[in-house]
Nanobody, 123 residues
Framework: QVTLVESGGGLVQAGDSLRLSCAAS????????MGWFRQAPGKEREFVAA????????YYADSVKGRFTISRDNAKNTVYLQMNSLKPEDTAVYYC????????????????WGQGTQVTVSS
C-alpha cells in the first residue's frame, strides 16, 4: 500500500514560482515511478511530469516543458514539482501519482494517487 500526500499549493500571480511536494509512505520508494498530473475545472486530468525511480529519466508535457522541473529525494521518500513562470492556464488541482511502470504512469496514470493540492494563478 502506498499513501501519497501533496503540499505546497496556493494562490500566486502570473510569473511567480511554486514548489509542490509529495511525501510517500511506502517501502522501497525508489522502486516506484512518480508523476504529477493536474485537473482544471471542467477538464479531464492531464499528465504534467514523471520521473523514473532513480530520477535519471524525466518526462514533461509540452505545455510545461522548460518551466516545470520534477525531482525526487529517495532518502526522504519525496517527489517535488518546481513550477516557474506560472501562467493562469496552470490553474488546477495537482495530483501526485505512483506506479511501477514509467510508461504506463505517463499514459494511464498511477496505481496510487494523492488527494491533490490546489494551485491558482491569477493574471
Amino acid at each position: 500500500q502506498v499513501t501519497l500526500v501533496e503540499s505546497g499549493g496556493g494562490l500566486v500571480q502570473a510569473g511567480d514560482s511554486l514548489r509542490l511536494s509529495c511525501a510517500a509512505s511506502v517501502r522501497s520508494f525508489s522502486s516506484y515511478q512518480m508523476g504529477w498530473f493536474r485537473q482544471a475545472p471542467g477538464k479531464e486530468r492531464e499528465f504534467v511530469a514523471a520521473s523514473s525511480g532513480s530520477g535519471g529519466i524525466t518526462y514533461y508535457a509540452d505545455s510545461v516543458k522548460g518551466r516545470f522541473t520534477i525531482s525526487r529525494d529517495n532518502a526522504k521518500n519525496t517527489v517535488y514539482l518546481q513550477m516557474n513562470s506560472l501562467k493562469p492556464e496552470d490553474t488546477a488541482v495537482y495530483y501526485c501519482a505512483a506506479r511501477g511502470s514509467l510508461t504506463t504512469l505517463r499514459l494511464v496514470g498511477g496505481d496510487y494517487w494523492g488527494q491533490g493540492t490546489q494551485v491558482t494563478v491569477s493574471s
